[in-house]
């Protein structure tokens, strides 16, 4: 019997299979770099097989950020991943379309016509540029004092994003917490106005709280700082975090004033890839005026072919999100985003409505602010939260479950997030699926009570 002659590489791309070449016949090295090349089919293949088993993005409700976008969008960033956000003098109408979007953003928030602000890589970048400012700011209004610069402290609620407790941590600004409680899951004016001192560089107020999607309550934390200020003589800002609700509020409560309309809100930090509408990662911080950012916080850049500004923690970035964001505000208008936040909350509004429906559950937040609701189990001893959130992996659905924050810790919930790409459709196959596993979960604590099968969260 005549042996089969081994293909060369030459003719290994017209006589191997559709699939499966030469590099699948072993695995890949995971951890060190190959000692040979491979094809670029292959290439693709191996790694876009290997990430089918991350979850399904589209049926991820706890994040956030955003899962879909339009063709048209997604080919105009294509086309830009190559171009440095950084390097201002060789794009420069891609830096154009930058100073666009900022002053787009302080327009929604009302700021004054003086109003400047800064992209970012998403709202957690934004954040720690808006706390450096507040920094800087108090640190010289007390050595103008004459007083002490060593001592620095945050108000803030425990319910903040994380990077703010980073913020602090790197920046060795004492955190004061106000803590939240049973039956309130957002900051409570007086006990925030209670914790000034003549060292607090500022307040933060969130608008759309990542636990609950609730808005604290920004004009009466702001009249009672105002009312503090007048008092003691203090400057202490105000600062918003509209990560979640900036994008929101304009278009679904317009005539709620929690942006530059209060006077001491000094500045804000957007997600553009939250309801934005855009792909991780960009961000924006406003400052109601160019004197609200301390000159020595800006650097000028002139080795990349002209004097250009910039005030990152990031350098080199592709200026494909900006593109991508400018797309929205140019495709959608305000008109298109109010039509698509209306949708959004439309839809978690009815979702919410129908899960507290289904009976073993109770809402702490129904939907109504920003498209995002938590609800808890009333009866713990039957199953949990954790319980729903693994049975629901089964058919596919990431549906988050936690503790609520410091003072209300007791307290576990599940929370949806409802974003741009979820349809009635798509809530009404969470609904069944959510029906097949109180059904399994029920049936599991009943016969655990007969003594025949224990079902329990580990």
Request: some cysteine; hydrophobic content about 40%; glycine content about 8%.
């Given at each position: 019997?005549?042996k089969?002659p081994?293909?060369s590489s030459?003719t290994?791309?017209v006589?191997?299979?559709?699939?499966?070449?030469r590099f699948?016949r072993?695995?890949?090295?995971k951890y060190s770099?190959?000692e040979?090349?491979m094809?670029?089919d292959?290439a693709?293949r191996l790694?876009?097989?290997?990430?089918?088993?991350?979850?399904n993005a589209?049926?991820?409700?706890?994040?956030?950020?955003?899962t879909?976008?339009?063709?048209?969008?997604e080919?105009?960033?294509?086309?830009?991943?190559?171009?440095?956000?950084?390097?201002?003098?060789e794009y420069?109408?891609?830096a154009?379309?930058?100073?666009r979007c900022?002053?787009i953003?302080?327009?929604?928030?009302?700021?004054?016509e003086?109003?400047t602000g800064?992209?970012?890589?998403?709202?957690?970048?934004a954040v720690m540029?808006?706390?450096?400012a507040?920094?800087w700011?108090?640190?010289?209004?007390q050595r103008?004092k004459?007083?002490?610069?060593?001592?620095p402290?945050?108000?803030?609620?425990?319910?903040?994003?994380?990077?703010w407790?980073k913020f602090?941590?790197y920046?060795?600004?004492?955190?004061?917490y106000?803590?939240m409680?049973?039956d309130r899951?957002?900051i409570d004016?007086e006990?925030t106005?209670?914790k000034?001192?003549e060292?607090t560089?500022?307040?933060?107020a969130?608008?759309g709280?990542t636990?609950?999607?609730e808005?604290?309550?920004?004009?009466?934390?702001h009249d009672?700082l105002?009312?503090?200020?007048?008092?003691?003589?203090?400057?202490?800002?105000?600062?918003?975090d509209a990560a979640?609700g900036?994008f929101?509020a304009p278009f679904?409560q317009?005539?709620?004033e929690?942006?530059f309309?209060?006077?001491?809100?000094?500045?804000?930090?957007?997600?553009?890839?939250?309801?934005g509408?855009?792909y991780p990662?960009?961000?924006?911080?406003?400052?109601?005026d160019?004197?609200?950012?301390p000159?020595?916080l800006?650097f000028h850049?002139?080795y990349?072919?002209?004097?250009?500004?910039?005030?990152?923690?990031?350098?080199?970035?592709?200026?494909?999100?900006?593109?991508g964001?400018?797309?929205?505000?140019l495709r959608?208008?305000r008109n298109?985003y109010?039509q698509?936040?209306?949708?959004l909350?439309a839809i978690?509004q009815?979702l919410?409505?129908?899960?507290?429906?289904?009976?073993?559950f109770?809402?702490?937040?129904d939907?109504?602010?920003i498209?995002?609701f938590?609800f808890?189990?009333?009866?713990?001893?039957?199953?949990?939260?954790y319980?729903?959130?693994?049975q629901?992996?089964?058919?596919?659905?990431q549906v988050?479950?936690?503790?609520?924050?410091e003072?209300?810790?007791?307290?576990?919930?599940l929370?949806?997030?409802v974003r741009?790409?979820?349809?009635?459709d798509?809530?009404e196959m969470l609904?069944?699926?959510?029906?097949?596993v109180?059904?399994k979960?029920?049936?599991?604590?009943a016969n655990?009570?007969d003594?025949?099968?224990v079902?329990?969260?580990v």
């Amino acid at each position: 019997m005549t042996k089969k002659p081994t293909p060369s590489s030459d003719t290994e791309s017209v006589l191997t299979p559709a699939y499966g070449g030469r590099f699948m016949r072993e695995p890949i090295p995971k951890y060190s770099m190959p000692e040979n090349e491979m094809d670029a089919d292959s290439a693709y293949r191996l790694i876009h097989d290997e990430l089918m088993l991350d979850g399904n993005a589209r049926l991820n409700l706890a994040t956030f950020v955003t899962t879909w976008m339009e063709p048209q969008a997604e080919r105009l960033m294509s086309e830009t991943f190559d171009k440095n956000m950084i390097d201002k003098d060789e794009y420069p109408n891609t830096a154009m379309i930058e100073e666009r979007c900022i002053k787009i953003v302080a327009n929604l928030f009302n700021a004054p016509e003086n109003a400047t602000g800064s992209s970012a890589i998403g709202s957690s970048e934004a954040v720690m540029l808006a706390g450096m400012a507040m920094k800087w700011n108090w640190r010289a209004r007390q050595r103008a004092k004459g007083k002490p610069t060593d001592k620095p402290n945050l108000i803030l609620g425990t319910n903040v994003q994380v990077v703010w407790e980073k913020f602090c941590r790197y920046w060795d600004v004492e955190p004061r917490y106000v803590p939240m409680a049973e039956d309130r899951y957002v900051i409570d004016p007086e006990d925030t106005i209670s914790k000034i001192d003549e060292n607090t560089i500022g307040i933060i107020a969130i608008l759309g709280t990542t636990f609950t999607g609730e808005y604290e309550p920004i004009k009466e934390v702001h009249d009672a700082l105002v009312a503090s200020n007048s008092k003691t003589g203090f400057d202490v800002p105000l600062h918003v975090d509209a990560a979640s609700g900036g994008f929101v509020a304009p278009f679904l409560q317009p005539d709620l004033e929690w942006d530059f309309r209060l006077p001491q809100v000094k500045s804000i930090n957007v997600s553009g890839h939250k309801y934005g509408l855009v792909y991780p990662g960009v961000g924006w911080v406003v400052w109601r005026d160019k004197s609200e950012l301390p000159e020595d916080l800006v650097f000028h850049v002139n080795y990349l072919g002209g004097d250009m500004p910039t005030f990152t923690l990031n350098f080199s970035r592709p200026g494909n999100q900006i593109v991508g964001q400018y797309y929205n505000f140019l495709r959608l208008g305000r008109n298109g985003y109010a039509q698509v936040m209306g949708n959004l909350g439309a839809i978690a509004q009815q979702l919410a409505a129908r899960i507290a429906d289904l009976g073993p559950f109770e809402l702490l937040s129904d939907g109504s602010t920003i498209p995002v609701f938590a609800f808890k189990v009333k009866d713990p001893d039957n199953f949990t939260v954790y319980d729903v959130s693994d049975q629901l992996r089964q058919y596919g659905w990431q549906v988050p479950a936690y503790s609520m924050p410091e003072g209300a810790e007791d307290i576990h919930v599940l929370r949806i997030v409802v974003r741009e790409g979820f349809s009635f459709d798509m809530a009404e196959m969470l609904l069944q699926d959510m029906g097949k596993v109180i059904a399994k979960l029920e049936n599991q604590s009943a016969n655990g009570k007969d003594g025949s099968t224990v079902f329990a969260h580990v």
